[in-house]
């Protein structure tokens, strides 16, 4: 069996979807694998490293694609293959291919995988289980973007994060509002804590205030119940009018005290919540920063631009897109370790073996044998509606 692993593209993408390390355990499986040239460049593994690690270094594209039997990648296929074809025309038929697919708001392509007979597979749907985390490749891109929103602040802030003691008197610690504790969320509050910042997280799932606290933050939410803010997965549901406006009054009267507000709310596959307005950002401090992680969903502020970096009343609101690609030896140290445990299910004896009796195996196929499989993606391509809003929102 022929695992391909191609160079990543799409504007500021450093990561690799499997590195070196992860080379010799699919190795160690029976699997042959073929890198493009330079695939690793990016996150500073180099051919000679894959080839040390008993891959074979293939520089043209095409013939990768042509062979290979299965595709591990990263990004989902965009525009651009070889031959100028869309990467979804390019997998041969009948082959396996894994990424973050984003099935929701990628129609066309699910519709060109199952047309061609694809078994595609997406890291967005691995289920939150136990048995599953070692696969969590959105918890993963989440640490790494939570890290490095807060980093990103504390260079755009014209101030010092921590509580200094000179001999020019006190400096009072900066005062951070992280907004959605999910996993990016957490990690933001840990890295602020980290460099001496003074921490609010608030989120409307009551369920996180133990996890806030215990990293040194105070937990700011509103007193609603796990059933109305929630569902089953411990995903946020959309809120009640009566609800939001009760959390709503709540944050907006932390807003004018924060110097940096780092947002990460998100509910699945719904555009990003609201939840600071032109006029919150007109209360704050000027020189103050907003890091918006839901710039790709549309935005928790109503100013953020997406991928862009927007000065209003004196406050600059950053909306960056894939951060986790500027931290691009972890995230794809990170990637590859989940894509890899994932792969593996699918291998035994060095030869592709499905087993859609395991729940892993199940949830996280798109298409297989000419099928939609994804029930949510199903409904939509037979409901003839539009793909989902925002790039991200693909969770089921
Ligand atoms: P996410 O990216 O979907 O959302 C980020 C955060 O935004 C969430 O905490 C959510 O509650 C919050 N949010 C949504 N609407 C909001 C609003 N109006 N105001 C304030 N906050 C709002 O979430 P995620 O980081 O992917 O994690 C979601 C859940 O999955 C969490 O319960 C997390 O602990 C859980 N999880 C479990 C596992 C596992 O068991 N293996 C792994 C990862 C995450």
């Known amino acids: 069996m022929k695992v391909a692993i191609l160079k990543e593209t799409g504007p500021g993408e450093r990561r690799v979807a499997v590195t070196p390390d992860s080379v010799k355990q699919l190795k160690a499986a029976g699997v042959e694998i073929l890198v493009e040239a330079g695939a690793g460049a990016g996150a500073y593994h180099s051919d000679a490293a894959y080839e040390a ?11 990768l694609w042509k062979v290979a039997d299965v595709v591990l990648k990263l990004q989902p296929p965009l525009a651009g293959g070889p031959g100028g074809k869309h990467e979804a025309e390019c997998p041969r038929e009948g082959a396996v291919f894994v990424s973050f697919l984003k099935p929701n708001a990628a129609l066309d392509v699910v519709r060109t995988f199952a047309a061609r007979r694809i078994s595609s597979f997406s890291m967005d749907l691995v289920p939150r289980t136990t048995r599953a985390q070692r696969m969590d490749a ?9 890290y490095k929103a807060v980093l990103l602040a504390a260079l ?3 101030r010092f994060f921590p509580m200094l003691v000179t001999a020019a008197g006190t400096i009072a610690p900066a005062r ?3 907004i959605g504790a999910g996993v990016a969320g957490l990690q933001a509050i840990a890295s602020a804590r980290r460099i001496g910042a003074v921490v609010e997280g608030y989120d409307i799932r009551p369920a996180v205030k133990e996890e806030v606290e215990s990293l040194g933050a105070t937990f700011v939410g509103p007193k609603l119940s796990a059933e109305e803010t929630q ?23 932390r807003i004018p005290h924060a110097d940096v507000i780092i947002t990460t709310a998100r509910v699945p596959g719904l555009k990003a919540p609201r939840l600071i307005s032109a006029e919150d950002v007109s209360k704050m401090k000027p020189g103050s920063v907003i890091v918006d992680l839901a710039a790709d969903q549309g935005g928790n502020c109503e100013l953020t631009e997406m991928g862009r970096d927007v000065v209003a009343h004196g406050v600059t609101i950053l909306g960056p897109v ?7 030896v972890h995230a794809s140290q990170m990637y590859s370790r989940n894509i890899t445990a994932l792969f ?4 035994k004896n060095g030869a592709l073996n499905l087993d859609f009796n395991d729940d892993i195996i199940r949830d996280t196929c798109v298409t297989h044998d000419g099928q939609v499989m994804h029930a949510p993606t199903r409904e939509r391509l037979e409901g003839g509606q539009p793909a989902a809003a925002g790039a ?4 089921p």
Do not use: H, N
Request: glycine share 6%; hydrophobic share 50%.
């Open 344 to 347: 593996l299910l699918m291998v």
């Open 138 to 146: 959105l918890s993963s891109m989440a640490t790494a973007d939570g």
């Open 176 to 178: 951070v509002l992280v």
């Open 53 to 63: 690690a008993g891959a074979v270094i293939e520089s043209d594209t095409a013939t």
């Open 231 to 253: 569902d089953a997965q411990g995903y946020a549901k959309a809120l009640s009018e009566e609800a939001r406006a009760k959390a709503q009054e709540l944050l907006r009267a």
């Open 392 to 395: 991200a929102g693909s969770r």
């Open 322 to 328: 894939q951060l986790a690609a500027t931290v691009p």
């Open 156 to 158: 755009t802030a014209p």
